[in-house]
């Protein structure tokens, strides 16, 4: 008998970012309507559409977009630029009609400076909401209360004349953080999840949740003396405003609000080795988050260098995932998203980037865990040059999030006005790859309908993990009651043998054409892997 698992346990999800999904009013915005009208894309119940059991949404709140939506103004509606209430309504319900869930981001550590609260907090500093804010007074010298960085650069303290008192912002000065300490923000908060579960949501994606528990006395970080400016040494030896242990029970709060519905899931962001994070599953009753999102195959903490597609570094990624996550865990896996460059521009350096993204997307559904799946990469998009006159992120990343190109038009079937942010080529598109059996979008669709329909690759343990040649990493799924797979990376830019046990005698997917049996002898399978693919064996 198989056990039953939740269903976040075995589901791939589909990363949207709302503004370039799809357009439906014609304001060169991708919206809501929009998701509902390419819904059949993700998931038509057949293996012509992508097969995503979930999608989870950037934020779609009301904000004045200084952080594009993740400064929120209003935590219980909808911006007008993607619809209202009773369109997020629908989306949902025609989300379910397919079989789909549906994740939103939790902007949980900060608010828009525009928000009523802080609006209330920062009137006066007797404010019934003072507290919902982290206010201190001036250090001695008038300057600010400690020396904390914000992660998108300056002080973390922003002035406020009119009281006198600085406020701590991680993020812009415009998103100042809330006080998880105080009681009336978690209930608040709390309040927040209850609107939004009752409006049939399924999760949440817990946005900078390794930042909402400071160090209790805000002390100064240490500084590192190795730091140069521009160096690759972070300024501070540990960071206060960050993982702190406290946030471990601040997410047991959350936790146990989403225990009020059945079946909803929390997945946490941070970056950070899973060491340090594993906390915040709350093991060993795993009564905190459901899942933790994996970054080690983009980059160890947010201002560490992406890691290179190696051996090495990818097997010491899922090795660490082994070995550092609690006990009946699992982690939350992406390869991109709308922080960091799209995988095959950090990857294509040789030109090669296309090549290895496929076989990351078969690394990607053959780990153990849950995949997160960023839009267009299931289509091979690369970043999309933005002139300086057109970009609108404080901190460039407006590349990676780019409209969605449905088909070759000048409008790519996502708008009929002119974008918000510009196409990439026209070659690389939607319609272009649907009936091409080669294309990217091909291979990830087969490849996430595989996975569906494999036990071991879908809730699979993992096993006999190894590096062949400094090239190959090789491990295997195994699942009580269903036939054991192989999945095998070649990093190398030449192609590799190896030999595998005779079981794996069967090739069920590859990344590209050329892989081969070369050898059948000798009690074991040699396969000859074509350079940078990937594939999977079974019997
Ligand atoms: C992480 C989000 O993914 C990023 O886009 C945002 O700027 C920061 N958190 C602040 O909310
Ligand atoms: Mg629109």
Redesign the pocket.
Known sequence: MTEELPWWREATIYHIYPRSFQDSDGDGVGDLQGIINRLDYLNDGTEHSLGVDAIWL?PIYPSPLK??G??VSDFTDVDPTFGDLATFDRLVEEAHRRQVRVLI?F?L??TSDRHPWFLDSRASATSARRDWYIWRDPAPDGGPPNNWNA??GGPAWEFDAATGQYYLH??LPE?PDLNWRNAEVVEAMGDVLRFWMRRGVDGFRL??VGRIAKHPDLADNPVNPAHVPGGPEPPFLIDHNYLHPDGTEMVRAVRRVLDEFPDRVAVG?VYAPLRELSHFYGAPALDGLHLMFNFQLIRKTPSAPFIPWNASSVAAAILEAEEDLPSGTQACFALA???VPRFITRHDADGAGEQRARAGTLLLLGLRGTPCLYYGEELGMRDVPVPPGQAVDP?G?DGARTPMPWDGSPGRGFTEASPWLPFGPPAINVAAQRDDPESFLSLVRRAIHMRKGEASLRRGSLHTLRVVDDSVVVFTREATGARPALVALNCASLQREIDVEPRFSRLLLASASGVELVDAGHGARRWRLPALSAAWFVH
Do not use: G, K, L
Request: aromatic share 18%.
């Open positions: 950037s952080d594009f993740y400064d981001d902007v550590n900060h992660v998108f991680s993020y998103q946005d900078a962001e998203n709308h922080d901190v990343r």
